[in-house]
């Protein structure tokens, strides 16, 4: 059999608990990838990984716990992060000096500060950052995204949404209920996937939030209701439950013309309207979308792609975090202390 010779992107993992073993399942289907190293506190936590993710595999990472030494030993293309959130922002740094393309799991960072920062340095080196968000490969979001920029059921008004899990149970002695690591609760875990799905569609910064937040005696949010205003003048409402067994997800998109029911999480289901006529048959297509987040991001790096979700994203989404922590503090609407541009 004739060996194939194509040079494979060399990929590092950072973070090797359950979600990455997600990312390496993915990462299997790709033959344009290798992964290289792997990095996490500890040898056993690394080993464990390896037994149960790599064993049957032919990659023959090399192991780390230090992340520094792992970009100067094994000179990675791309590094996948899934850390506690509050480490996003340093560790998305350190890789982008070593010359790394970024995939960082959801959220992006956990201040605004650093998301105008990080947005700095990707600017500034020339790589690729995305960040781990199922509605934004979906062709049903991409779909409607395009309902909204061409206006085809005139102009966007108000959207309303809704996400709920029995989170609280599931975490209750995790580091996603330490907001040292964690940064906040569901509305920066879970809930993160639905105002990636809104800020995402909407494409405009954050004009003002009013959030009421309930942390159920907790350090962290579990239940909040936030009203969001952008800077285009779409009104938001979105509902996010972290105390709801059974949980679902829902969006409404209201335009002057018509309106969108979607699946706020991954875009499973859509269905559009046209004034009071449904449309039987949405023209929607896989092209429209990607595999996965995973897939996009190598085939971004490989120029194949533009990527789906960026830091511009991250941004955006930051503007609104940090409003609404804010209006939860002040019991008043917050407004972002600085624009995307």
């Given at each position: 059999?004739?060996?194939?010779?194509?040079?494979?992107?060399?990929?590092?993992?950072?973070?090797?608990?359950?979600?990455?073993?997600?990312?390496?399942?993915?990462?299997?289907?790709?033959?344009?990838?290798?992964?290289?190293?792997?990095?996490?506190?500890?040898?056993?936590?690394?080993?464990?990984?390896?037994?149960?993710?790599?064993?049957?595999?032919?990659?023959?990472?090399?192991?780390?716990?230090?992340?520094?030494?792992?970009?100067?030993?094994?000179?990675?293309?791309?590094?996948?992060?899934?850390?506690?959130?509050?480490?996003?922002?340093?560790?998305?740094?350190?890789?982008?000096?070593?010359?790394?393309?970024?995939?960082?799991?959801?959220?992006?960072?956990?201040?605004?500060?650093?998301?105008?920062?990080?947005?700095?340095?990707?600017?500034?080196?020339?790589?690729?950052?995305?960040?781990?968000?199922?509605?934004?490969?979906?062709?049903?979001?991409?779909?409607?995204?395009?309902?909204?920029?061409?206006?085809?059921?005139?102009?966007?008004?108000?959207?309303?949404?809704?996400?709920?899990?029995?989170?609280?149970?599931?975490?209750?002695?995790?580091?996603?209920?330490?907001?040292?690591?964690?940064?906040?609760?569901?509305?920066?875990?879970?809930?993160?996937?639905?105002?990636?799905?809104?800020?995402?569609?909407?494409?405009?910064?954050?004009?003002?939030?009013?959030?009421?937040?309930?942390?159920?005696?907790?350090?962290?949010?579990?239940?909040?209701?936030?009203?969001?205003?952008?800077?285009?003048?779409?009104?938001?409402?979105?509902?996010?439950?972290?105390?709801?067994?059974?949980?679902?997800?829902?969006?409404?998109?209201?335009?002057?013309?018509?309106?969108?029911?979607?699946?706020?999480?991954?875009?499973?289901?859509?269905?559009?309207?046209?004034?009071?006529?449904?449309?039987?048959?949405?023209?929607?297509?896989?092209?429209?979308?990607?595999?996965?987040?995973d897939h996009n991001f190598i085939d971004a790096i490989l120029g194949r792609v533009e990527a789906l979700t960026t830091v511009k994203n991250g941004v955006v989404q930051s503007q609104l975090m940090e409003c609404f922590y804010e209006s939860q503090r002040t019991g008043q609407p917050a407004k972002p202390k600085q624009r995307f541009l």
């Open positions: 059999m004739e060996k194939n010779n194509k040079k494979k992107l060399k990929i590092v993992l950072l973070g090797c608990g359950g979600m990455m073993g997600a990312h390496v399942n993915r990462l299997k289907q790709m033959s344009e990838v290798e992964i290289i190293g792997l990095c996490d506190v500890n040898m056993e936590i690394l080993k464990k990984f390896v037994e149960h993710n790599i064993i049957n595999t032919s990659y023959k990472p090399k192991l780390f716990t230090n992340a520094l030494e792992m970009y100067n030993v094994c000179k990675p293309d791309a590094v996948f992060i899934s850390t506690p959130h509050t480490q996003h922002y340093q560790q998305g740094i350190q890789a982008l000096d070593a010359g790394c393309h970024v995939f960082m799991e959801k959220p992006m960072v956990t201040k605004l500060e650093e998301a105008y920062k990080l947005d700095e340095k990707v600017k500034n080196t020339g790589k690729i950052l995305v960040v781990g968000y199922n509605s934004s490969c979906s062709p049903e979001f991409n779909y409607l995204r395009n309902i909204i920029r061409n206006k085809t059921l005139g102009k966007l008004e108000l959207v309303s949404g809704h996400l709920s899990q029995d989170w609280l149970r599931f975490t209750i002695g995790t580091w996603r209920q330490n907001p040292v690591l964690s940064g906040g609760g569901q509305a920066y875990d879970s809930g993160a996937h639905i105002f990636n799905s809104l800020c995402w569609s909407v494409e405009s910064d954050i004009e003002e939030v009013f959030s009421y937040v309930d942390n159920h005696g907790t350090p962290v949010d579990i239940n909040s209701v936030s009203s969001i205003k952008f800077t285009n003048g779409v009104l938001a409402n979105i509902t996010i439950g972290g105390n709801c067994p059974g949980g679902s997800s829902f969006m409404g998109f209201f335009f002057d013309e018509g309106h969108v029911e979607i699946d706020g999480w991954g875009g499973s289901f859509i269905n559009v309207w046209k004034g009071p006529d449904k449309l039987k048959y949405p023209l929607i297509t896989p092209e429209m979308g990607a595999i996965s987040p």
